[in-house]
């Protein structure tokens, strides 16, 4: 469904109207979540300890930088006349992705354990329902730990996806960037693998909380910061 949806939006036809623009992208990310929960919650499934867990969600952020290197790095091959991201980079974008995420997906559910580990609790077991969701969300917010957690979780994920969704708008339509926005990208993706393996050692020494916080107070100040930009006066 992730790849069906992605077709409509990355390969649109030539006229598009609002109607078709919002249902595909709602589609999309419905999609893309009901994908995402499954796949997110799986290595902590299958580790059997604290320390495995973070080695397998690193991979994961590995990986990740990984996809979104090659996105950016799409737009500089010298097949196409510009550096921009275009309906075209885009179309080759998801034909490679999904020649990239079939065999891949394959792969990883005929080979990745399915079980849980011996200590992980069975947490499916349970059919939804309204009455559970009331009865969790009670549990949240009597576990106060737990609840500071969530609603940190919730302040920085929405904050982050404001800044992604607003990024490359910002970029081209204000600061006049858009044909330096896939260099700029690439260059902080590929940043971002480098330091991935370092992330990891620094949670390993420093504990997940303080890790957490110290990238998110990172992250704030490069919100700030990129806010303070000003069309004509920046190079790339």
Wanted: glycine share 8%; hydrophobic share 50%; charged share 10%.
């Amino acid at each position: 469904m992730v790849l069906l949806c992605g077709y409509f939006l990355y390969i649109p036809p030539n006229e598009i109207t609002p109607l078709y623009a919002g249902f595909w992208f709602i589609a999309f990310y419905m999609a893309f979540t009901i994908f995402e929960i499954p796949h997110i919650t799986w290595p902590s499934d299958i580790a059997h300890n604290s320390v495995d867990k973070t080695k397998l969600y690193s991979f994961k952020v590995f990986a990740g930088y990984c996809g979104l290197t090659l996105f950016y790095g799409i737009p500089l091959l010298p097949i196409f006349k510009s550096n921009e991201i275009t309906p075209e980079t885009l179309k080759i974008t998801f034909i490679l992705a999904a020649i990239c995420t079939l065999p891949l997906l394959y792969l990883a559910i005929k080979t990745v354990p399915n079980g849980r580990s011996s200590g992980s609790i069975n947490r499916l077991e349970q059919p939804f329902s309204f009455g559970s969701l009331r009865s969790t969300l009670k549990d949240i917010a009597k576990n106060k730990p737990f609840f500071l957690f969530v609603l940190a979780f919730v302040c920085a994920g929405f904050a982050s996806g404001m800044w992604y969704g607003l990024v490359y708008i910002y970029v081209d339509a204000y600061l006049g960037m858009g044909d330096q926005f896939a260099q700029l990208f690439l260059i902080a993706f590929i940043a971002g693998l480098l330091v991935t393996p370092l992330w990891y050692q620094l949670s390993l020494k420093i504990g997940k909380k303080t890790t957490w916080a110290l990238a998110v107070s990172l992250l704030v100040t490069s919100f700030i910061l990129t806010g303070m930009l000003e069309p004509g006066k920046n190079e790339f």
